[in-house]
């Protein structure tokens, strides 16, 4: 290093020799070239790559635009420039330490720095692939989202499932008040294909209470045909009509239970409407079906009230209201 340094001083010129150029410059800058050469004698390389080749440019004097060029090949860490008071600062050895070659394969310019671009580029490419690697190694969105959907389907299902419980202990009400005989009549005749037998002609009203005892639903009620029956022989039917019931409410109903000629062949020869015949025993059968929607279609209780009355129809009694409150069974 120091036999190259001293081959390029000897082909100046004689008034560019270092120790004139101290002279004119007073003193100031007359050990300049000197510490920049022992300063690039010391460094050592740390690694052995190419060596690139690169010059350091001197002023010889304040505002003397000559220089004095100085060939070097490049160590493995850029020489360090001295920083002290009458010489070169950081941002003229910037400016003046430049590697020759380009900047794109050549070594930080920083002192105390053994990095390359090339270098420098690599990391960034093994950060990029490491983080790449982490944001694949986390959970993905969509799992994210999955999970969501199954914690709001759970949580549904359990509110769904205490709305359920709750109104289903709700159980609709249906009180048997009173059936009311004003027409019983049995006559012989014959049915529509003319076979002899006894036809029944029965009008009746049977009135009951419904209440919904729903405190945060309303009930939809339907009801089976109100049988009134002569053992295992209908004599008479009637409907109840839907209705709509709002919660915590209740309303009186009546059926009208009737007959007209109602051929009953041999299982009702027993009866008979002539005075001073016997009291006939009956019963009435009918269910009330009830439907809440208390989270729209999803829950659905339903209630089903089984009602059988027994009673005596008595012809002395006819047109007046025999109660049936204490003569019915509820199945729920």
């Not at 239970?257 to 016997?278: F, N």
């Amino acid at each position: 290093m120091e036999v190259n340094h001293q081959a390029s001083r000897s082909s100046l010129p004689s008034d560019l020799l270092p120790d004139q150029a101290g002279r004119s410059m007073n003193g100031k800058h007359g050990n300049t070239e000197s510490e920049a050469t022992a300063t690039i004698s010391l460094s050592s390389p740390r690694r052995s790559p190419p060596r690139q080749a690169y010059f350091v440019q001197s002023p010889t004097e304040a505002g003397d635009s000559r220089t004095i060029p100085s060939y070097h090949s490049s160590p493995a860490r850029s020489p360090p420039f001295y920083h002290g008071s009458g010489s070169w600062g950081s941002s003229t050895a910037d400016k003046f330490a430049r590697p020759a070659g380009g900047g794109g394969g050549s070594r930080s310019r920083y002192p105390g720095y053994d990095t390359t671009w090339q270098d420098l580029e690599e990391i960034e490419e093994e950060r990029l692939i490491h983080g790449e690697r982490e944001q694949g190694d986390g959970i993905p969105a969509r799992f994210y989202v999955l999970g969501f959907v199954g914690v709001f389907l759970l949580l549904f299902f359990l509110f769904a499932l205490i709305l359920w419980g709750a109104s289903h202990d709700k159980q609709p009400l249906v009180t048997m008040n009173s059936i009311t005989i004003g027409e019983f009549n049995v006559q012989a005749g014959t049915d529509s294909s003319l076979v002899p037998t006894n036809l029944v002609t029965l009008n009746s009203t049977v009135k009951l209470s419904y209440r919904n005892t729903g405190g945060f639903f309303g009930v939809h009620v339907t009801s089976t045909p109100v049988l009134l029956n002569y053992y295992q022989l209908t004599i008479a039917s009637g409907s109840m009509q839907y209705f709509y019931q709002s919660r915590k409410s209740q309303r009186e109903l009546e059926v009208a239970v009737v007959s007209t000629e109602l051929p009953v062949y041999g299982g009702g020869a027993a009866l008979s409407s002539r005075p001073g015949s016997l009291p006939v025993n009956l019963t009435i059968n009918f269910t009330v079906r009830s439907r809440a929607f208390v989270l729209g279609r999803l829950v659905q209780p339903k209630f089903y009230n089984r009602v059988e009355c027994a009673l005596v129809l008595d012809q002395t009694r006819l047109g007046a209201p025999v109660s049936l409150k204490n003569s019915c069974q509820h199945t729920t």
